[in-house]
């Protein structure tokens, strides 16, 4: 089967420190990636997305990087904050065959003070 | 603008009843997505929906569940006699193409008795 997100679990982290959420894919097809954010009984909420042609894209205060040698996928939050403490989840999908996102289990990030 | 809409928030059924779920895409969208997610786990596929038409339904269990999209009106997610393994939180999404961002609802949770 093809499996999205192998990750640790939980990152815990100080306010003011960077985080580094991963996630491993193994759709050698898949051409586009997204990492969503969930926060407690809400739905996912789209963060910052990259194609397969790209390794690198930044955001405001997020970066993605794509290794597609490894196909591994990684979210970089710079200065986290109390509110990014939420479930990311990475997801891909092939574009090119119209398939649907296919989402990871997910890394939960709790911020403290 | 209105995001995507879903309702009932939360939906309490007994076991053997039926669940409609409705799902309203943003205005302009017309393709609708079906995610489930259980507790602690992600989001996964359940079916891809333009108006009148399913396009991928490989995620839909073979029996009890059916989706819809008429011309007009909401989306509806229909599970007929829920078992207990039911209960989980569903979420819509909506696009406006095949290629273009996906916006999530607040989900609807289910719980069966």
């Known amino acids: 089967g093809e499996n999205v997100g192998l990750h640790l679990p939980t990152l815990s982290v100080q306010e003011g420190d960077n985080s580094i959420i991963n996630c491993a894919y193994s759709?050698?097809?898949?051409?586009?990636f997204i990492w969503y954010k969930q926060e407690s009984g809400k739905g996912p909420q789209f963060i910052i997305d990259?194609?397969?042609?790209?390794d690198k894209r930044q955001g405001q205060r997020v970066t993605v990087l794509l290794n597609k040698t490894v196909k591994h996928l990684s979210l970089q939050i710079a200065a986290t904050q109390p509110g990014d403490s939420a479930v990311y989840f990475c997801?891909?999908?092939?574009?090119?065959?119209?398939?649907?996102?296919?989402f990871g289990k997910g890394t939960t990030l709790s911020v403290s003070s | 603008n209105a995001g995507v809409m879903q309702n009932p928030r939360h939906l309490v059924r007994r076991r053997g009843q039926e669940a409609r779920l409705r799902c309203s895409p943003m205005?302009?969208?017309?393709?609708v997505y079906w995610y489930r997610q259980l507790p602690e786990e992600g989001l996964k596929f359940m079916v891809y929906?333009?108006?009148?038409?399913?396009?991928?339904e490989s995620g839909m269990p073979k029996e009890r569940f059916s989706a819809e999209f008429p011309k007009e009106g909401p989306s509806i997610l229909r599970i007929q006699q829920v078992v207990r393994g039911d209960s989980a939180a569903y979420f819509c999404?909506?696009?406006?193409?095949?290629?273009?961002?996906?916006?999530f609802g607040e989900g609807s949770r289910l719980t069966v008795l």
């Open positions: 929906l333009q108006k009148e038409n399913i396009i991928d």
């Open positions: 997801a891909e999908n092939n574009h090119q065959a119209g398939t649907a996102l296919i």
């Open positions: 999404a909506s696009s406006a193409g095949q290629d273009a961002e996906l916006f």
């Open positions: 759709n050698s097809a898949s051409d586009y």
């Open positions: 990259i194609r397969s042609n790209m």
């Open positions: 205005k302009g969208h017309s393709h």
